[in-house]
């Protein structure tokens, strides 16, 4: 019998570390007498595990008639399918639902359910239908008693086939995600999407789960009358979007209704959860995006994760990232890539990161990026932290047999394999990466991203972003990377952390980012914490910030220092400790008739820094004026408790290189150690992970520059500069994953410029891959002889390195490695 454990970051499989390579093939999707050959191509690529939906509506076709076996269809035969994987040494991801989403009809719901029992369709405001718009498809009253009913029927027969088939019984199964992008359809986020049911809202006279969730948090209708400045004389007569009387009551109420409704996916989640171990399925519970487009995007993670373990459920998320969220893999992309992933590591500090949805393109032509960008694509990934992934969608379905609403055929744009078995070009990229990933899995598995900042946010601040009562006008604005222009403050600040993002990337200044209302750090941490704010933070922020300061810690806070709780009750310890004053607020500009042109900032070092409105704020005793505008001070720094704040009055925003430029002088200065990964010049985008046995430096060329560079990472030695001989150069919107203080069995080798994949269990052999015409450098701790294609190479000694160069072709070039016998002496 085998076993699968969750160790902190790394997952175990039989006691062993791995790195989940896995390809997303849906069985139901293809005929059955291809089942085999897609496995085995999938094997060939070097992936150790295949993921699926299993659709409840293909196998309960009828109310009450399950076939698992294949009796009514072939492709059916799931127990067929789970054999095929166990005969073929694969893992399984098994993703029952009930939601699958996979552009199925319906998500997986039985349309006999929604056809024969009305009451499990949740409603919208005026009582029509619940469904995700655009699509169609219904949205299920997931708490609702007969969606329930019928939902656990179907997992009362799902789960104990799956526990049959898992791991611990000498299955293939070792992971289960329950539901998919746990998002009542993509209509959580909409006040107005869903859940105007009576079961929620109740009726004259009998509460629903709404009124009884209030009552629960603020413990009398009094309470809430006073709360929303109403009078109302029964707790029934709170509904969502109702006018409460005065509009610090009626956001109040909005931010109550949009908790609520995020709750209520969670109770869901949970009763999913709970009925997995009850049917007798014992491997880890996986959750996809939940809130989907929370945090724009990838999930509200610490929230969910907090829910569930305080419920007894110790699950982990997972995240999407596709080529087309990016579309490629610039000064644009590699930012918003990075930035989901680490939205997904805000859920603990001791969950893998997991990429479930990885692709490279989609099936409609406005959102396919060009698939050339996904080696790029998956180095960042790697680089950024990723413990495993899963490559959706790596085979076709078969035309004829999709059950989809989208296109007759399954076929994302640039699958690996295609519907008829062919092995597109992104097949050879896959497999590239799925080898280097393989044959350095041990070593990965125990590194960890090392970070200059942490970038601290609050779910409440995302709610109010949508909160469009201050709304005055809606355009798309590319240059301030705003999808509207708004007065709202909480947009404001949301629209910037992508700018923040990408400022950051510019400069080499790695990035993580924390929930402030559930915190995966202790306060005090070394790295400079970063809070974008409307001028309201939640309870648990505003505690946590100060505990961080009384403990050492540096932040910075922008665009204002928060004066209020998100209820927007006075906080004034946090500005009185800064000795925060404003003295004016610069409108953005273009905004009235002559008003033309940026605001232009200054600092000691640098003049005209751009900004699209800012506040300028009294400089207070014992502050450092960093950046002015018109002669007043528009950021500071100050001491704050027993650690130190930056004061910004603006919000980052890329329009040139001097805000890059800015960020760095404003930046660099409050980091407590040396940036952990950057190259000499910045040209490059650098970073790193580092382990026991070795690091790995992730380099991109995302501003397609010319020209060599060198890197600087810190080491457990100090800080480590390379290349010594040469030039590291990485061809334009190209990457290198290239490795550092390797351990092998004959001494360390400290850098190397090329792409290595070992091709002995020894590390004598290897193949070095890098852009043809460059020179690839390799360094090592000990004198070695170097042979490159047959040919040995010179080898100098610098500062302790043994050194030897060779030529990138268009062929990687082959290494053999010679320990020279005084290395051992």
């Known amino acids: 019998m085998g076993s699968i454990q969750v160790k902190g970051r790394s997952i175990l499989i039989d006691g062993r570390e791995t790195m989940l390579r896995s390809g997303e093939i849906h069985y139901f999707r293809i005929y059955k007498r291809n089942w085999r050959e897609r496995l085995r191509q999938a094997k060939a690529n070097r992936l150790n595990a295949i993921a699926s939906y ?8 009828e109310e009450g008639v399950f076939d698992f076996e294949g009796r009514t269809l072939p492709e059916r035969d799931l127990k067929g399918f789970l054999n095929m994987l166990a005969e073929e040494g694969l893992y399984f991801i098994a993703k029952p639902g009930p939601f699958i989403n996979a552009e199925y009809i319906d998500g997986g719901h039985p349309r006999w359910m929604f056809e024969h029992y009305p009451e499990t369709v949740s409603r919208r405001p005026g009582g029509e239908q619940a469904y995700w718009i655009g699509q169609g498809n219904h949205v299920p009253a997931q708490l ?7 939902a656990e029927r179907w997992y009362a027969q799902a789960i104990p086939l799956l526990a049959e088939y898992s791991i ?7 992971l289960h995600q329950p539901d998919n992008e746990m998002n009542l359809l993509f ?14 809202l109740g009726e004259e006279g009998r509460p629903g789960r709404f ?10 209708l009094k309470a809430l009358n006073r709360r929303y400045g109403t009078s109302f004389t029964g707790v029934e007569q709170i509904l969502p979007q109702r006018p409460a009387g005065h509009p610090e009551g009626e956001a109040r109420l909005y931010l109550d209704w949009m908790r609520f409704r995020m709750r209520y996916v969670y109770r869901y989640a949970l009763t999913l959860a709970q009925w997995t171990r009850q049917y007798g399925l014992e491997v880890p519970n996986t959750y996809n995006e939940p809130i989907n487009g929370f945090f724009r995007g990838p999930g509200n993670h610490a929230e969910f994760v907090r829910y569930m373990k305080d419920r007894g459920q110790d699950v982990i998320t997972t995240c999407h990232s596709y080529l087309r969220y990016a579309y490629h893999m610039d000064a644009n992309g590699v930012p918003k890539t990075a930035l989901r992933l680490e939205c997904l590591k805000s859920q603990a500090a001791d969950h893998p990161t997991i990429a479930i949805e990885v692709g490279a393109g989609w099936m409609t032509l406005d959102s396919v990026a060009n698939y050339a960008n996904y ?9 950024h932290g990723m413990d495993g992934y899963n490559y959706f969608i790596f085979a076709s379905g078969d035309k004829g047999f999709s059950r989809t609403y989208v296109t007759d055929a399954y076929d994302l744009f640039a699958d690996p394999v295609s519907a008829a078995g062919k092995e597109h070009e992104v097949y050879a990229m896959t497999g590239a990466f799925n080898r280097f990933v393989a044959q350095w899995e041990q070593e990965l598995a125990d590194t960890r991203k090392q970070y200059d900042v942490v970038i601290g946010l609050t779910g409440d601040l995302y709610l109010m972003s949508q909160y469009a009562v201050e709304e005055t006008a809606v355009f798309e604005d590319q240059m301030s990377g705003a999808g509207s222009l708004s007065a709202g403050k909480a947009k404001n600040a949301v629209d910037s952390v992508e700018q923040l993002a990408k400022l950051l990337a510019m400069n080499n200044i790695q990035f993580a980012v924390m929930n402030l209302d559930y915190p995966n750090r202790k306060p005090g941490f070394d790295e400079l914490l970063i809070v974008p704010n409307d001028g309201s933070l939640s309870t648990e922020a505003f505690r946590y910030l100060n505990e961080h300061g009384d403990r050492g810690g540096r932040v910075v806070l922008y665009p204002e220092v928060p004066g209020m709780d998100t209820d927007g009750n006075p906080v004034p310890g946090l500005a009185e400790a800064l000795k925060y004053r404003k003295r004016r607020e610069i409108p953005r500009f273009g905004m009235r008739a002559g008003d033309i042109g940026r605001r232009f900032m200054s600092m000691k070092e640098l003049g005209g820094i751009p900004a699209d409105r800012l506040t300028t704020m009294e400089l207070p005793a014992g502050a450092e004026q960093i950046v002015s505008f018109e002669g007043e001070t528009s950021a500071y720094r100050a001491p704050f408790r027993n650690g130190e704040a930056l004061v910004m009055g603006f919000a980052p925003q890329f329009t040139g290189l001097d805000n890059v ?13 040396s940036r952990r990964c950057h190259t000499a010049q910045d040209r490059y985008h650098a970073v790193c992970r580092s382990g026991s046995r070795m690091s790995l430096v992730t380099v991109v060329n995302m501003t397609g520059c010319a020209g060599g560079d060198r890197v600087v990472v810190q080491t457990e030695g100090g800080a480590l500069e390379f290349p010594r001989l040469s030039a590291l150069e990485v061809a334009s919107l190209g990457a290198l994953m290239l490795p550092v203080d390797a351990k092998l069995p004959y001494g360390t080798l400290k850098y190397c410029t090329s792409e290595l994949v070992p091709l002995d269990d020894a590390r004598y052999c290897w193949q070095a891959t890098g852009a043809p015409g460059t020179e690839g450098e ?20 610098v500062d302790g390195l043994f050194i030897a160069v060779y030529q990138h072709g268009l062929k990687p070039v082959e290494l053999h490695i010679e320990p020279l016998a005084e290395a051992f002496n």
């Open 187 to 200: 209509t959580c986020l909409d006040p107005n999407g869903s859940l105007f049911d009576p079961e929620v």
């Open 375 to 383: 080696p790029v694509h998956l180095r960042v990934l790697l680089g």
């Open 54 to 61: 299993i659709p409840w509506d293909f196998h309960e076709p």
């Open 778 to 797: 390799i360094a090592f701790d000990r004198p070695v002889r170097v042979v490159a294609d047959g040919r040995q190479l010179e080898t100098r000694e």
């Open 168 to 174: 611990d019984r000498g299955g293939p199964v070792i």
């Open 661 to 673: 430029t800015a960020l760095k002088l404003a930046l660099v200065p409050l980091l407590k150690r």
């Open 211 to 220: 009124h009884r969730d209030l009552l629960e948090q603020y413990g009398s």
């Open 144 to 150: 609702d008693d007969t969606f329930l009913l019928l």
